[in-house]
Each structure stands twice: as structure tokens, then as C-alpha cells.
């Protein structure tokens, strides 16, 4: 299939008469579940219905109503409850669904990266007329603007793409019915042109009021009994409504190529007007309609014969059946080898929803394409004699059954607009989709937030109920929740390596609330570089199995050491059976290095990145890498040389770690005369002594008759001590010949426990260092002073997180581990980049499942938290204009309002609430009658 001239469609979202979601529409029409309305005396008085008028027995009290239209989630949008309050529904309701469609299509934030375009029309704004207030007119004055902005249908596609950062092309469609259908076309146009690589494209109508019927006159638009009998013999009228919907498109090149969730294709698409040839400026025209038709079919490609279901523009109108159905036969000929085919119309469900009508039957024909079912044509009992339903081949889908057609499922769709614009567009069946290899992780973050707690609670609760639907796509879930945008500031993250567990403890969440609250002001991060003496064999082996930038960099790490003579560290941390050759300082410590800054270099492409870092005695090369002080080969080099030094010093010495303070151990390290140093000072309680092995056990001595926890080290010789000295001379020469430049990040010096003021930017630094004592609480302190709030250790052993705690205390730090040799490596980066998030830090997702097979699926759309907003002098009133705003007499109509009907008193009250032009008006029509 040539893919050049297709357009995918990514993503949709409706709020139609009876369905308030895509899942709903889809199960009423395959029920055949018909959304008209009945409304109730109450309703039509609280409406503003005059009694009189609604008791006529030619008033019809039925409509196809949309749900708490007056319910919207400003504070998501940044809205202040007076801007909501100010602004139509319609755009209220527009944005909204326009934020489910790009989350229904994976890309909800994300559209300041990718050029995104938006295709849209808007009914008749009758709700700025709330606020034509003259009792103020300097204040009316000033809000005129503001008003206008918020109610002209002119500004609601600029208004979405300003409040979801849309930077493509934003045009505003106006073609009455076929507005929405015509913005689909104009939105395929703009992508296959590369004005934008995404496209949005669609129009809401909201009638207001909408709890109110409507005089019925024979022979009008309007049908007796507010139902749709498309192309039935008993069809009288169209029946309105109030709906909206919205699709997503995106070249199917690039769909296919990103791995999108394709609900169908655009095969083709055309759109064009009937000019003079109809017979009145209202009446539609069977030659445009049936060109629109051929044109839309030659640029598909597909013989028309393989079109097996046309979702007519069906409004149930004598004239517009029959001109609309002669149009599809002319456009259908038969021809040898066509299969049956039927049509049907979306109005008969839902009612017309006039300018969102279009898109309205297109998403209806996509569901049907995508589960290749066929939905019943509601209304429909004997067929309108004046069509010829065989000439083409056609029957009218009365019932709910399977698309039997061979071969993809490929349908039309129409939409017709009084002046005449037309359009059609041909849909066909998604390619098929090779399902990946899954993925090899053990255990993955599932991270849930919103802008609210209770939102946050409600997609949480939808996101367990997801997962146990389906336990064996929750990686999918996971990872689809963690790559979609944007995440705000409500957070939960869970870890799990199965559904039922990723399910369970979503739920666990929920009822402990164990949420993060991310900060206005993002807490700075510390890295902290741990020393040697914490290695083992395999540590890191599934990093270096699972995530390639963690392979790549260790790799390049190794290749830099064995250029210099070390053994190959793939070798030793991951095939060699004796720990012991691990242990020594020559292996130990490149290893060390090569571990520590692939997973600096991990995180970094993560997006978890420091705003401090501090290393411990080796740990410290890798973290004046990080700093940019010196360069990788540099390091390495360094590294090699040091570790090539000590280890010819090993066997000279020991090192003890002992649980005393400083100002403690001075008269102990006074007796020793220089033979033990004092190696580090770790926490306020922690510190290491270094030195030549029988002083050292004597000052041990001492120290356990006073009671003094210790342990023995894990080293080959006396790091940090006097001991060292015969290496300074050799390794100085090898440190003077590089390079030293100053520390993109803030660092913290071992020696000083302070930020570095420049004296690391060289190579008697790095000698010093060798010998002087690693004052680590005191760079932990600094670190915090410095605004640091959450430390990560980057080491294969969790170390130097314990001593922070110990210096901190209870100073509201948090404290996490990379690696862990007791907790798979996988489990234990998952937990942690799960805090991290709940902490504030926004991941980057796509990195961190580099190289996985997963897809991304369609997940729960976010919960709004909705409040009603409407405007607050008829604040009592549930959708309430005025009794007249949506009543336009026709002689016909006004014939048929008794004569009893009261005239002056309700008439004054109404002028004074400021309806004057159209109260003016209907007195006129009373007074004539």
C-alpha cells in the first residue's frame, strides 16, 4: 500500500447527546440506544419556556441535550473563575475534549515539540448575551473586549492553541453543517503540505437553552416529534442537538514510524461548493454532492466498488434524503464485483449536531471501521419511495452486525452545509500491527499525577481498574502513562514487575495518599560519588544488559583503560569467578570509576541531573569529571595512574571505620606519632583511621575498652594517611601534564568540605588529595546550605546515603541509591526514579525505556475536576438565556399561542433584565397577532 497521500488518525474525542465519552457513543450505537430527550414541565419553566407557549399541542418538548455543559476544570487551564465565567461553553467544552484528543492520541503536552496545527468551527454564541449589562457603562465598557474574546466563535481555535502551546497553522472553519468535516479536510491538506506534522480538527455546538422544545411547523426543518427517520418514507425533519468532537491526524508515514495508535486512515478527501446550481441559497445540490463524492474517491485511489458503508448526511429531511441518496448512486454506479454496502446516519442517534455534525458521523464511521462492525440507522421502518436504494447497490444498516466485507473495511463519509459547501471524506481500516517483542524488565515505575489531589485520585483509581482489565499490557500502561505529557504536580509512582501488583498497589496508594506535592521552587540534587571498598562482582550487570547508554559509556570506559594496560573491566566485573582480584586497588578502582560515571551518564540522559555533586576519596575523580574539570581520558588516566601506585604500596598498612567524633579520637591519633592518620570524617560520629598495621590495632585496643563500635575495611592499603607518600613524586608528574579547567557544576572539595574556589582546576590538588583527610560531613553540610534537598548516591553499594542521614538528622532530606547488591538493578533504579518523580523531578521517559519494546496504548483521560461556571444573574437558572433567545416566531408559529398568553407585566420585568432588541421584537409579533 503506498502510504504518501494517507493520513492517520491518531487520536479522537466526542461529548455528544448521551455519551460523554468515546467508550459510551460507541456502546450506544451498537445497542441502538437513542439519545433524544424528553423534557418535563419543570424543565421547559426553568428554562424560560412560557407556559403558555410549551402547553400548545404543536410544541414539541423533546431535544438531544449534552450533560452539565456548565461544568468545567478552569483551574487546569489557568483560568481564574471569572475568565470561566466570562467565557461560552463552547469553548469551555472545546478545550477540554481538544486536551482528551491529544491524550487519546499519546501527545497531550507534548505539542510545543512536534508542530501542531488546529481545524475548527464553533456554533452561535448566544451566552455573551448574559452580559449586556448597561447598568454600569464605564464597567461594560471595559469588559467589552474581554468578552468578546471569551464568546466570538472567531477565537476558538486560536484560544486552544494558546492554552495547549499549538504552533502550526490555527484556522477557524465556518461552512454551517459541514464545518467540521470541511476542517478535517483543510487539516489533511495542511499536513500532506508540511504545515504542521500533527493536526487537530473538528467544532462543538451548544444550543443555549438547551432544555427547550420547539413549535413544530409542518413542512419546516424541524421534524413533529424531534426523531431522525433518515431516508425513511415517514421522514418530516432534522432534529438538532448539542455535541462536539474532535480527531487527531498525523501523516501515516510518521504514525507507522513512531509507533502510534492508528484508529484508521484518510485515504481521501475533498471539499467543494454548488455554486448557482441549487435552486435557493438553503436548498442542496445533487450534482455538488455527487462531485464531491467522485473527487474525494479519485484521490483515495480505491474503486468505489470497494466501499462497502457511506454515513450519510442523513437529516431526515423529504428533499435533502432523496437529493443526497441520488448523489450517492450517481457517485456508486454499480460495477462488476461490488459487495452489498449500506448506508445509515448518525443523526437518527444523536440528534444534528450542526456545525460538529460532520465529525460527529466521522467518528462513528472510524469506530465502525476500527471494529469492523456495522451500527443500526435508527427511525428507519420502510424505506422513502421517492429514493432508488438499488441502483447503487445500498440498503439502509438497520441492525448491529460484523463487517463481512474481504479485505480492509473501507466506508465514505458525507457532510452538506446550507450555502452549499460539501465534503466528503473516504475512510479505510488501519494496516495491520505487528505487536513488539515485550520487554525484558523485571520491574518498572508506574507513575500517575495531576493538578489536583482529587483528580490525582480519580486517575489513579481509572488506572487500577485499566491494569485489571488487562494485567498483561500494564507494562504497556506504565509505559505509556511515563512518556506521555505533561506531568503536574499532585504525584503518585508505584513499582511492579506484574499487573496484579502494579494494581494492588496503585490501590495501596490511593488510600494512604502517599502523593508528592512538587515544589514551586525544585529542590537542587546531589550526587554523591561513592570511594572503593564498595565493589562486587556483577555490579551493574543489568544495567549493562538492560539499558544501552549505560553499556556504551562503560564500554568507552574500558576501551580508554585498556589503552592504558588495565585489564579489560567487562572481563572483571562480569565473567571472573574470584572476588578477590576485584578487590585489589589496581582493578578496584578503574572499575569503580567506569561503574560510577556510566551511571552518572545514565541519570544524566534520564534528565536526573545534579546541581551539586560530591564525591568520596576515589569518588571524587568522578565527580570532577561530571563538574567538567577535567575531561574523561584525563580522569581515566589519572585513575590509572593512581591505582597503579597504591597497589604497589599495598600490604603496608590498614584502615578501620570506627563510631566516634572527631575532637574524640585526637588524643588516640596524638599517641601514634604520625603512624595513623585520620582518614575521613564521614558523619559527626563516623570516622576512618588509616595507617601502619600495629599502631592502628593499638589505638583499635583502646577504643573497644571504651565501648566504641569499629569495623575493619575492605582496602589494600592505608588510603588517605602518611603511608601514601612515596607515590606523590610519580603520580605528580603524570597529574601536571593535563589540563584542568573550572567546574561547570558546583562542586564540593574532599580536603576543605567547601564548594571548590578553584584550587581542583590543578594537579597539586589531586596530590594533596592522597593524603589528606576526605572531609565528607563537612561537604555534606556545605551541600545542604547550598540548597541541596535530595541526595542520590551513585555507587554500587548504599553507603554515603547513611552518613548523610547521619550528618543531616532530621533536616527533611531524602536520600536514594542507585544500585544495591542485594535488589536487582532494574527494582532498585525503578524505586528510585519513582521517588525522584513524586519528588519533583521530571524523568525522561523515552531514555530511560531506550531499546524496549513497548507500545504505547490508550489510557484513562484525565479527570477533570469540574465546577459550574455560568453567569451569575441567572446563576439560579440551569442553562437558562431567556425564554426568547432560542424562539424565533414564524407567522406559522405565532398563529399557534393562545391569545391568553400575558403581555405587558412579564414583558417590562424581561426589559429590565436588559433583553431589549429581542423582547422589542416579539412584542411587535404579539401586538400584530
Known amino acids: 500500500m503506498d502510504h504518501t497521500n494517507s493520513i492517520a488518525v491518531i487520536g479522537m474525542s466526542c461529548r455528544v447527546p448521551g455519551a460523554e465519552s468515546l467508550e459510551r457513543f460507541w456502546h450506544n450505537l451498537c445497542c441502538g440506544i437513542s439519545a433524544r430527550t424528553e423534557f418535563s414541565e419543570c424543565d421547559l419553566v426553568a428554562a424560560g419556556v412560557p407556559r403558555e407557549l410549551f402547553r400548545s399541542p404543536q410544541y414539541v418538548r423533546a431535544g438531544y441535550v449534552l450533560e452539565n455543559p456548565d461544568h468545567f476544570d478552569a483551574g487546569f487551564f489557568a483560568l481564574s473563575p471569572r475568565e470561566a465565567e466570562v467565557m461560552d461553553p463552547q469553548h469551555r467544552l472545546f478545550l477540554e475534549s481538544a486536551w482528551h484528543s491529544l491524550e487519546d492520541a499519546g501527545y497531550a503536552g507534548q505539542t510545543s515539540k512536534i508542530v501542531t496545527g488546529i481545524f475548527a468551527g464553533c456554533g452561535i454564541s448566544n451566552y455573551s448575551a448574559l452580559f449586556s449589562d448597561t447598568s454600569n457603562l464605564r464597567q461594560a465598557s471595559t469588559d467589552n473586549l474581554r ?531 585520620l582518614a575521613a570524617v564521614n558523619a559527626p560520629s563516623v570516622c576512618a583511621l588509616a595507617g601502619e598495621s600495629s599502631a592502628l590495632a593499638a589505638i583499635c585496643a583502646r577504643l573497644r575498652r571504651a565501648n566504641i563500635d569499629m569495623r575493619e575495611l575492605e582496602v589494600s592499603a592505608p588510603f588517605h594517611s602518611s603511608a601514601m607518600e612515596p607515590m606523590i613524586a610519580e603520580f605528580e608528574k603524570v597529574a601536571a601534564r593535563f589540563t584542568y579547567g573550572k567546574p561547570e557544576i558546583p562542586i564540593i572539595s574532599n580536603i576543605s568540605g567547601r564548594l571548590d574556589a578553584g584550587e581542583m582546576s590543578g594537579a597539586n590538588y589531586w596530590c594533596r588529595h592522597i593524603l589528606s583527610t576526605v572531609r565528607f560531613a563537612d561537604g555534606v553540610r556545605t551541600a545542604y546550605d547550598e540548597g541541596a534537598r535530595i541526595f542520590i548516591e551513585i555507587g554500587p553499594r548504599p553507603v554515603l546515603t547513611a552518613l548523610v542521614r547521619r550528618t543531616l538528622d532530621d533536616k527533611g532530606v531524602n536520600c536514594y541509591q542507585s544500585l544495591s547488591p542485594n535488589t536487582p538493578d532494574s527494582l532498585q533504579l525503578a524505586t528510585t526514579l519513582g521517588s525522584l518523580y513524586t519528588d519533583g523531578i521530571d524523568i525522561d521517559w523515552r531514555h530511560y525505556y531506550e531499546g524496549e519494546s513497548l507500545e504505547r496504548v490508550r489510557v484513562p483521560l484525565y479527570p477533570f475536576e469540574k465546577k459550574r461556571f455560568w453567569h451569575k444573574k441567572r446563576a439560579e437558572a440551569q442553562d437558562v438565556v431567556s425564554p426568547l433567545e432560542q424562539i424565533t416566531l414564524t407567522s406559522a408559529q405565532a398563529s399557534a399561542i393562545p391569545r391568553s398568553m400575558p403581555e405587558v407585566d412579564p414583558i417590562e420585568s424581561l426589559l429590565r433584565q436588559g433583553e431589549q432588541e429581542r423582547l422589542l421584537e416579539y412584542i411587535r409579533r404579539i401586538r400584530e397577532k
Open 147 to 677: 468578552i468578546l474574546l471569551a464568546n466570538e466563535k472567531d477565537y476558538l481555535p486560536s484560544r486552544v492553541a494558546y492554552k495547549l502551546d499549538l504552533r502550526g497553522p490555527v484556522v477557524g472553519i465556518q461552512t454551517a453543517c459541514s464545518t467540521s468535516l470541511v476542517a478535517v479536510c483543510q487539516a489533511c491538506d495542511a499536513l500532506l503540505s508540511n504545515q504542521c506534522d500533527i493536526a487537530l480538527a473538528g467544532a462543538v455546538t451548544l444550543k443555549i437553552p438547551q432544555r427547550t422544545g420547539y413549535l413544530y411547523e409542518p413542512g419546516g426543518v424541524q421534524s413533529a416529534d424531534c426523531r431522525c427517520r433518515a431516508f425513511d418514507a415517514g421522514a418530516d425533519g432534522a432534529a438538532f442537538g448539542s455535541g462536539l468532537g474532535i480527531v487527531v491526524l498525523k501523516r501515516l508515514d510518521d504514525a507507522l514510524r513512531d509507533n502510534d495508535q492508528i484508529r484508521a486512515v484518510i485515504r481521501g478527501w475533498a471539499v467543494n461548493n454548488d455554486g448557482a446550481r441549487s435552486p435557493s441559497f438553503s436548498a442542496p445540490s445533487l450534482d455538488g454532492q455527487a462531485e464531491v463524492i467522485a473527487a474525494a474517491m479519485a484521490v483515495s485511489d480505491i474503486d468505489p466498488c470497494m466501499i462497502g458503508y457511506v454515513e450519510a448526511h442523513g437529516t431526515g429531511t423529504p428533499l435533502g434524503d432523496v437529493i443526497e441518496m441520488a448523489a450517492v448512486n450517481q457517485a456508486f454506479e454499480l460495477t462488476p464485483g461490488y459487495q452489498p454496502r449500506s448506508i445509515g446516519s448518525v443523526k437518527s442517534s444523536i440528534g444534528h449536531l450542526e456545525t460538529a455534525s460532520g465529525v460527529a458521523g466521522l467518528i462513528k464511521t472510524i469506530l465502525c471501521v476500527q471494529h469492523r462492525t456495522l451500527v443500526p440507522s435508527l427511525n428507519f421502518a420502510i424505506p422513502n419511495p421517492e429514493i432508488n436504494f438499488k441502483s447503487a447497490g445500498f440498503h439502509v444498516q438497520t441492525r448491529c452486525e460484523p463487517w463481512l466485507a474481504p479485505g480492509p473495511a473501507r466506508a465514505g463519509v458525507n457532510s452538506f452545509g446550507m450555502g452549499g459547501t460539501n465534503a466528503h471524506v473516504v475512510i479505510e481500516q488501519a494496516p495491520a500491527h505487528t505487536k513488539p517483542k515485550r520487554s525484558g524488565f523485571v520491574s518498572v515505575p508506574i507513575t500517575v499525577s495531576a493538578a489536583s489531589e482529587a483528580s490525582l485520585v480519580a486517575l489513579t483509581e481509572a488506572l487500577a481498574d485499566r491494569i485489571r482489565d488487562a494485567p498483561d499490557a500494564f507494562l504497556d500502561l506504565a509505559y505509556t502513562m511515563s512518556v506521555r505529557q505533561p506531568h503536574f504536580r499532585h504525584r503518585i509512582a508505584v513499582t511492579a514487575d506484574r499487573g496484579e501488583k502494579a494494581e494492588q498497589r496503585l490501590r495501596a496508594a490511593v488510600r494512604s495518599r502517599p502523593s508528592g506535592v512538587v515544589p514551586n521552587r525544585r529542590n537542587k540534587v546531589a550526587f554523591l560519588f561513592t570511594g572503593q571498598g564498595c565493589q562486587y562482582l556483577k555490579m551493574a550487570a543489568e544495567c549493562y544488559n538492560r539499558f544501552p547508554r549505560f553499556r556504551r559509556t562503560l564500554d568507552r570506559c574500558n576501551a580508554m583503560f585498556s589503552r592504558l594496560g588495565a585489564r579489560d573491566l567487562i572481563s572483571l566485573i562480569y565473567e571472573e569467578d574470584n572476588a578477590g582480584v576485584l578487590k585489589r586497588t589496581l582493578n578496584a578502582q578503574p572499575a569503580l570509576f567506569a561503574v560510577e560515571y556510566a551511571m552518572a551518564d545514565l541519570l544524566h540522559s534520564w534528565a536526573v541531573r545534579p546541581g551539586i555533586v560530591v564525591g568520596h576519596s576515589l569518588g571524587e575523580y568522578v565527580a570532577a569529571t561530571v563538574a567538567g574539570i577535567m575531561s574523561l581520558e584525563d580522569a581515566a588516566h589519572l585513575v590509572y595512574t593512581r591505582a597503579t601506585l597504591m597497589d604497589a604500596l599495598g600490604g603496608h598498612g590498614r584502615m578501620v571505620s570506627v563510631c566516634v567524633g572527631e575532637s574524640d579520637l585526637a588524643p588516640y591519633l596524638a599517641t601514634a606519632q604520625g603512624a595513623v592518620s
